[in-house]
């Protein structure tokens, strides 16, 4: 069956990091972009960074510059968010998506999507 899976959420303090994964069974993610979406509670949805298939990155959102590294594994079929330096406005469900194309463009929507998993920051 295929799906995306992610994992890794959790509490944390501020300053405090965390690592997400995203899993994916049914498809080989080493042919698909990959992309790392959060809501954070009453928002929208919003892109946060992308990695195309040769492991370029594209950031989304300023606020994370400098703190979130997207990274992929081929090997284990599964791509990550580092997120470094955590805020309380990082609180949200993060969702990553795939896209079967070279290079990350998210306007042309996503192929297939996980069902997140939440991070919250907080003391």
């Known amino acids: 069956q295929l799906q995306l899976v992610e994992s890794g959420g959790g509490l944390v303090q501020p300053g405090g990091s965390l690592r997400v994964s995203c899993a994916a069974s049914?498809?080989?993610?080493?042919?698909?972009?990959i992309a790392w979406f959060r809501q954070a509670p009453g928002k929208e949805r919003e892109g946060v960074l992308c990695?195309?298939?040769?492991?370029?990155?594209?950031r989304y959102l300023d606020s994370v510059q400098g703190r979130f590294t997207i990274s992929r594994d081929n090997a284990k079929n599964t791509v990550y968010l580092q997120m470094n330096s955590l805020k309380p406005e990082d609180t949200a469900v993060y969702y990553c998506?795939?896209?079967?194309?070279?290079?990350?463009?998210?306007?042309?929507?996503?192929?297939?999507w996980g069902k997140g998993t939440l991070v919250t920051v907080s003391v």
């Open positions: 998506a795939a896209q079967l194309r070279d290079t990350c463009l998210l306007v042309h929507g996503m192929d297939y």
């Open positions: 990695i195309n298939t040769r492991s370029g990155t594209t």
């Open positions: 049914g498809i080989t993610l080493e042919y698909y972009a």
